[in-house]
């Protein structure tokens, strides 16, 4: 009997760009990493949190006494902080960012591509765009597990006093989303782990020097300077900076703008090209 | 008439300027176990791929359950199990770990899988072994545990992808045990394999694919039975070659050579045996045809260049 049915699809509906769809499937998937991580959560906490601190703490106090105190431009004119409030307040950003981008890239990877767990999980009924929103919130947690064991231990050393750093963890828990979903884009196209060390060093260093993490981007010439001020961690240091020293950021809208396009596009992007990947 | 859980109708499937799979037709019915042999590159992974919607066909329809595929993709598979060709078990947890995390994705309470895990650790014999991490189990546990994993959400149909291979013979018997107890508790299998007793043991029926293509399809002994004669004799030793020139030859229906060896395919091997007595310096094996003569009479004994 010759049957030549093909498969009534509706158009675009098998692109890889078609908009993603996300179910409450995720959560099984979040809490799959959740499990692995409460298993080593000691180990991984010190790497992520002690290294920063480290950093913090020598350069805070090391350098700042060179340093001494600096003036930061703030809407009610300049203020004079101490240089370790100033790093604090840009490197709790910077640790985020890394924080979520060694979870979606080299952990991430090992699970898409090493174990094969996400194979596995397709078997059953779970989405592979579940899995890599999935993927993505894990990371972002883990950046906010990361960074509030920092907040405290800063809280603790009484490197900030003002109140308002509770306001930055939401903002931080952004920058965690921003870089896991760009994290993801890099993982969806790497054949090894090798690939990652051009993301972090191409991208994230320079991101890193370039944000105002270590210094004011005021020292910056002012062609570089625009360009850095469009950099995803430059617009979170806008956020976070001013609440460290008591201030309330300016242009908030702007800034969330940035991150919040930033996030978006990297993440559908990300989910095109690792549905490619799967695709065979 | 039983009724069909899986159908697959002409489906067809390139990459690039490659045809992978050409109009393939085939159905599971309820209670059945389906083989698919085939040598290396004949499609049947891209033909499981295509089954489990992670590939899309070029043209053809998948029916499983009452549903389409890929429409429903995720109601089916809340009701298949799989076990893939390669463990992706996760290593950072142990057996009841696996089964409880697995559960979850098709969207079990906790407390409903905990209940079942017992059993299934019972089942693929790894009860001694419910807090071992994968990293810790043989091959033979690692492959039954994938086995309890897809078997968490009590599947009607299980889709298996070479499930022993890699198996040492112990591990492969008892992975056969379990499969035919599945069947006999009324699912459903579709396995592919490399394996020609495993395929003859377990399958009620199979489907013999090449090049894309299904080549024959049917019965495991009707299938011997209509393609080869009911004995085979091979001859080997120095001197076995030339008796192929020999009127020796006349004997047999059909001869075919491979290496050193000469397999004389006949209906009445006693006259060939009586005749090969002659030849006392030769090494001879009289047996019945069997499933992997004809899967060699059907697929070719040359090794491909592609496999």
């Known amino acids: 009997m010759p049957h030549t049915a093909s498969i009534a699809l509706p158009y675009g509906a098998n692109s890889i760009w078609r908009a993603p769809a996300i179910s409450l499937r995720f959560w099984p998937v979040f809490l799959r990493n959740l499990l692995v991580w409460r298993k080593l959560a000691i180990p991984s906490l010190v790497g992520n949190i002690a290294e920063p601190l480290m950093w913090l703490v020598a350069f805070g106090y090391g350098m700042g006494a060179l340093v001494g105190p600096i003036s930061v431009a703030t809407p009610t004119g300049p203020q004079v902080v101490p240089y370790i409030l100033f790093l604090a307040s840009g490197s709790i950003c910077m640790s985020a960012m890394q924080a979520a981008s060694f979870e979606a890239l080299y952990s991430a990877f090992s699970r898409m591509h090493v174990q094969k767990t996400w194979d596995g999980i397709m078997n059953a009924p779970v989405s592979l765009d579940d899995i890599v929103f999935a993927e993505m919130l894990w990371a972002a947690f883990k950046a906010l597990f990361t960074i509030t064991a920092i907040l405290g231990v800063m809280l603790a050393l009484g490197i900030c006093h003002s109140p308002k750093i509770l306001l930055a963890w939401p903002f931080l828990f952004l920058v965690g989303v921003t870089f896991s979903c760009m994290a993801l884009v890099f993982n969806a196209m790497a054949r090894g782990y090798d690939f990652f060390t051009y993301y972090f060093t191409l991208f994230l260093t320079p991101t890193m020097f370039l944000s105002g993490v270590f210094f004011p981007l005021t020292q910056l010439p002012p062609w570089l300077r625009e360009i850095a001020e469009a950099l995803p961690l430059a617009n979170a240091v806008a956020l976070v900076r001013p609440l460290f020293l008591d201030q309330w950021p300016t242009d908030i809208w702007r800034h969330l703008l940035v991150l919040l396009a930033c996030s978006g596009a990297s993440f559908w992007l990300a989910l095109a090209l690792t549905r490619k990947r799967f695709r065979q | ?307």
């Open chain 2, 1 to 307: 008439m039983t009724e069909e859980l899986f159908t697959v109708r002409n489906l067809y499937k390139r990459y690039g300027e490659t045809e992978v799979v050409h109009d393939l037709s085939f159905s599971i019915a309820s209670g059945e176990c389906l083989g698919v042999i085939g040598p290396n590159g004949a499609g049947k992974t891209t033909t499981i791929r295509m089954c489990l919607g992670l590939t899309t066909p070029d043209q053809g329809s998948i029916s499983a359950l009452g549903m389409q595929m890929p429409r429903d993709m995720l109601a089916i598979k809340a009701r298949l199990g799989v076990v893939s060709q390669l463990d992706t078990l996760d290593p950072d947890f142990s057996c009841s770990e696996n089964l409880l995390v697995y559960g979850r994705y098709f969207g079990m309470k906790d407390a409903q899988i905990r209940a079942r895990i017992p059993a299934l650790l019972e089942f693929s014999a790894l009860t001694s072994k419910a807090s071992a991490k994968p990293g810790e189990l043989s091959g033979g546990m690692k492959r039954r545990l994938s086995l309890a994993r897809a078997l968490v959400n009590d599947p009607q149909l299980l889709i298996l992808d070479e499930p022993t291979t890699g198996l040492d013979p112990q591990a492969r018997h008892l992975m056969w045990e379990r499969l035919q107890l599945l069947l006999q508790q009324g699912k459903s299998i579709l396995l592919t394999t490399h394996f020609m007793d495993e395929a003859e043991r377990l399958c009620t029926r199979l489907l013999v694919l090449d090049r894309g293509r299904k080549i024959a399809e049917g019965r495991p002994r009707d299938l011997i039975a209509q393609h080869l004669e009911p004995d085979v004799v091979e001859v080997f030793g120095s001197g076995a070659l030339e008796l192929s020139q020999t009127p020796l030859r006349a004997l047999a229906s059909r001869v075919e050579v491979s290496g050193e060896t000469v397999f004389f395919y006949t209906s009445n091997a006693t006259s060939l045996l009586g005749a090969l007595s002659a030849y006392p310096q030769l090494r001879t094996l009289h047996r019945p045809a069997n499933l992997e003569d004809l899967f060699l009479k059907l697929t070719g004994r040359q090794i491909r260049e592609d496999a």
